[in-house]
């Protein structure tokens, strides 16, 4: 069974930096991108950051460019985004998402596989 693990958020002051991490089980993410996505209470999910198949190509929603790095490393068979400069706004739950293709998609249902969230909270 595909699996999708997030780890990493936690409850940080703004300005700080933090690392999830997304390790995936039950098939290989080479050749397929992948991506991350957030969702805050009462607002829709939205699409963060994603890395093509080949790892070459990466894109960001604008609220995030220049602050986070989205980076794959197929042979831990995990997605990594590095989040520096955080602001309260960039508090919700962030989900690692796979999509069955090789370019990256920002919408919800362009993913195949997702996980289950991890919490990061940024305090002012």
């Known amino acids: 069974q595909v699996r999708l693990a997030e780890s990493g958020g936690r409850l940080v002051q703004a300005g700080n930096s933090l690392r999830l991490s997304c390790a995936a089980s039950?098939?290989?993410?080479?050749?397929?991108?992948m991506g991350w996505f957030r969702q805050a209470p009462g607002k829709e999910r939205e699409f963060v950051a994603g890395?093509?198949?080949?790892?070459?190509?990466?894109y960001y929603a604008d609220s995030v460019k220049g602050r986070f790095t989205i980076a794959r490393d197929n042979a831990k068979n995990s997605v990594y985004l590095q989040m520096n400069s955080l602001k309260p706004e960039d508090t919700a739950v962030y989900y690692c998402?796979?999509?069955?293709?090789?370019?990256?998609?920002?919408?919800?249902?362009?993913?195949?596989?997702w996980g289950q969230g991890t919490q990061v909270t940024v305090s002012s």
């Open positions: 890395i093509s198949g080949g790892g070459v190509t990466r």
């Open positions: 998402a796979l999509r069955a293709r090789s370019n990256i998609r920002s919408g919800e249902n362009d993913y195949d596989y």
């Open positions: 039950g098939r290989t993410i080479v050749g397929v991108a």
